[in-house]
């Protein structure tokens, strides 16, 4: 009983702040309510005992992709800006998408929601036993692919330097035209 | 090698659950349970917190070779209860034109974050409320999202003041979290777990801080230095600096929305404190020899619960000499700091600690008859 009562307050939660986060005017009350969505997500993995995804969860995206949301969202041009709504049609042409994704996200949930319910196993898993299928090469173990991604973000991480750096050429100039 | 614990609040405990157990619904008992221990969490994390100011009024005072509170009570000892009551009935200032819903939900993104990381926190034997299996990631994790409110708290107030001191605060923490979770994984790579209880369990012999002696006492002070500075307490307080910036962030706060930062900085000071007890220096695991079954016992008369209070308030002692002994950083210098000398330090210590482990050249590994768990 209490597992349901606790479902039903995160599945309101995020229902609830997924339509304040597309619909609010601010940009960064639309930031704020993702966040409320990411760790009500995180609640639902923490109700499933899969302590460590929970842990994943809050600490890459709330704890991590919103603190540079939000402070990219204060570089903007006037963040708490209210913005003006859209046009209808465009409301209502993204009101219909979202219900086509709707409806084949959850095709693919129903069909498969026996199949992986099986798969799901009733004690908590071990730390030790994700710390071994994340660096193993053998079976149902993924060491290339880990390396893989974070090869990918290295790459990120060096061209983000490049874009953020200044030529040092031009920087000299401007401190001469400073000078005169 | 069952010691006799007579403080011990275990039995207690256990009453307690048999009691509701069989006068309750399973669904009611747990539920009462819960609530009695949110309550306790909640009233340790306030009375923790009078403690702290009382102490640290009158350590700074000593430092500065002045008297401190002295008024109120004996030396003053309950002037922090009169702060509290004062701060409780103070009036909560409007702000014009700001964004009132993140003005009002920034102080609890703070003190959410500070009450869930107090939560998973070992106390002494059967005296911790949730025990994760990636206890070491958990707190990290609850921690990190103490900065959102920082950030919103600067924005929200609508003074440039505030927005410097938010976005220092941002660069600070981002920068220094790293730190303190590189310096946590050296233990676990020691450890072999992240569990709490097992970590404090693993040290009945040596103290992770011996066992794992160069690696260790490295991570250890890189621990307490990145704890340090993610609290934003001096010699790292620039978001705050009030010679700068009036207060940083919580300029425009007032009354017990101000109170809940300030509760909130002292209760991190803490929680660093007691996060590097429990990692480094045993937790509330007295301090035992192998084979010594009288001075052990001797040990266990003292109960587990004030060895963690005491390794810890010396923890927080020396993040107070520390605060009084150092003048403040400039920007460049506090990243400086991070970026250039403690990640390349912390990155060569984590391979010096995955070599130590794997030669067997830890204390347990070297002495396994006087240090090993197994008898």
């Known amino acids: 009983m209490a597992e349901q009562i606790i479902f039903f307050i995160l599945a309101v939660a995020i229902a609830l702040f997924s339509v304040l986060a597309v619909t609010s005017k601010r940009i960064i009350r639309s930031a704020i309510y993702l966040l409320f969505v990411l760790v009500a997500t995180a609640g639902l993995f923490l109700m499933l005992h899969y302590h460590f995804l929970f842990a994943v969860q809050v600490t890459v995206y709330a704890g991590g992709i919103m603190v540079l949301f939000i402070m990219a969202i204060f570089l903007t041009h006037r963040p708490g800006e209210i913005v003006d709504r859209r046009t209808n049609r465009k409301v209502k042409s993204s009101m219909l998408l979202s219900f086509g994704g709707l409806i084949v996200c959850g095709y693919i949930i129903v069909q498969n929601v026996t199949r992986t319910y099986s798969y799901v196993k009733e004690y908590e898993m071990k730390m030790q036993d994700i710390g071994y299928a994340m660096l193993g090469t053998g079976k149902y173990q993924f060491l290339l692919p880990f390396e893989a991604i974070s090869l990918l973000l290295l790459a990120c991480i060096i061209g983000a330097i490049m874009i953020a750096r200044k030529e040092k050429s031009v920087e000299s100039t401007d401190n001469k035209d400073l000078d005169k | 090698m069952n010691y006799n614990q007579p403080l011990e609040l275990t039995g207690l405990l ?90 009002y939900a920034a102080p609890f993104f703070v003190i959410c974050s500070s009450v869930m990381a107090f939560g998973a926190i070992p106390f002494g034997k059967g005296l911790q409320a949730v025990d994760f299996n990636m206890g070491i990631v958990y707190l990290l994790t609850v921690s990190s999202l103490g900065v959102i409110g920082v950030l919103l708290a600067g924005w929200s107030s609508n003074n440039k003041y505030s927005m410097i001191g938010a976005m220092r605060s941002g660069a600070q923490f981002i920068s220094y979290e790293l730190s303190a979770a590189f310096a946590l994984m050296t233990v676990v790579v020691m450890t072999g777990t992240m569990q709490l209880s097992e970590i404090v369990e693993n040290q009945r012999y040596a103290w992770n801080i011996f066992n794992g002696h160069l690696p260790a006492i490295v991570a250890f002070v890189i621990y307490l230095i990145s704890g340090h500075a993610e609290t934003n307490r001096a010699p790292f307080d620039l978001p705050e600096a009030e010679g700068e910036l009036t207060a940083g962030y919580h300029t425009e706060y007032s009354g017990m929305q101000f109170g809940f930062y300030y509760l909130a900085e002292y209760l991190n000071m803490f929680i660093i404190a007691a996060v590097a007890t429990t990692v480094f220096l045993g937790g509330w695991m007295p301090f035992q020899l192998k084979g010594m079954d009288t001075f052990n016992q001797i040990m266990w008369y003292i109960p587990s619960y004030v060895w963690f209070i005491g390794k810890t308030a010396m923890l927080v002692f020396i993040s107070l000499w520390v605060r009084w002994s150092f003048p403040r950083l400039r920007i460049d210098l506090l990243l400086n700091l991070e970026w250039k000398y403690l990640l390349p330090i912390n990155l060569v210590n984590i391979i010096a600690m995955v070599v130590t482990v794997l030669a067997g050249w830890t204390l347990t590994g070297l002495f396994p008859n006087i240090f090993g768990i197994t008898p």
């Open chain 2, 14 to 103: 256990s009453h307690l659950d048999i009691f509701f157990r069989n006068n309750l619904p399973p669904f009611w008992a747990s539920l009462v349970e819960s609530i009695l221990v949110l309550i306790t969490i909640l009233a340790a994390y306030a009375v923790i917190a009078l403690i702290l100011i009382y102490a640290e009024r009158k350590i700074t005072a000593f430092f500065q070779a002045r008297l401190g509170p002295n008024r109120l009570g004996k030396y003053g000892s309950i002037q922090s209860i009169a702060d509290m009551i004062k701060i409780l009935i103070k009036e909560i200032i409007h702000i014009n034109r700001v964004d009132r819903f993140l003005f």
